[in-house]
């Protein structure tokens, strides 16, 4: 994609807008960014470019609010991160998206209204565990920020930390999709200068946001995270559904 398209720009307008997002509201700029690539670019393109801008976007987050991350919950997290990516690429199928539609937007709707999650999830064993699902997903659904961030956000109340620790976490989970898809055969270098204008513009907005989550309290910041996951949740429910009307379609015809 050339630099003079208007296309370009849009996509590079809308990556700094969806790292400010994340800044402030915690999590859903992945996923609203996602959505759009998926309507402009080729299908082989959209997880891909998708991941490496993310991954300039974390990584910049990270680096901006070096100090609030809580690295025990990195120790554990992480690895297990990187050993369910690896597992996914060794399995680089194509999983029932329906299927991932709705236990992803039912997980998003328990963490977020549910009761607490036990203590044993909150500990080591729950992060291994949830390091490992996430980091399997990422390659099949893209944006699995949501569930991260909200599995993260069900350990803080402090909302520096909860960010922080949220992008640290996504920063290395990014990074090795970029690997996996290389190996895969997907050409990088025909999407690099928009990859790399896009993370620019997200770091922008990144460094906004997150100057204007300093100003805010953790009570509206937790008001604000859990009705953007709400929103993610039913608007995967809402792809589900669309999935099975041809099949009742056929049912009843």
Known sequence: MAANDALFWLL??????TSLLTAVAGAGGGAVLIAILALVLPGPAIIPVHG???????IGRTALAWKYIDWPTIAWFVPFGLLGTLLGSLLLVQLPA???QLSIALFLLYLTWGPPLPRVM???AGLMAGGFVTGFISLFVG????VVAAFIKARFTERMTTVATFAAAMSMQHAPKALVFGFAGFVFKEWLLLILAMMVAGFIGTWVGLNWLKRITNYRFNQIFRWIITLLALRLLWVAFESFIPALASITS
Do not use: D, E, H
């Open 143 to 146: 944006a699995s920020g949501p």
């Open 122 to 124: 909150l500990g080591k």
């Open 52 to 58: 490496a801008v993310q991954m300039g976007s974390n």
């Open 98 to 100: 329906t299927l991932l």
């Open 12 to 17: 590079v307008v809308i990556s700094s807008v």
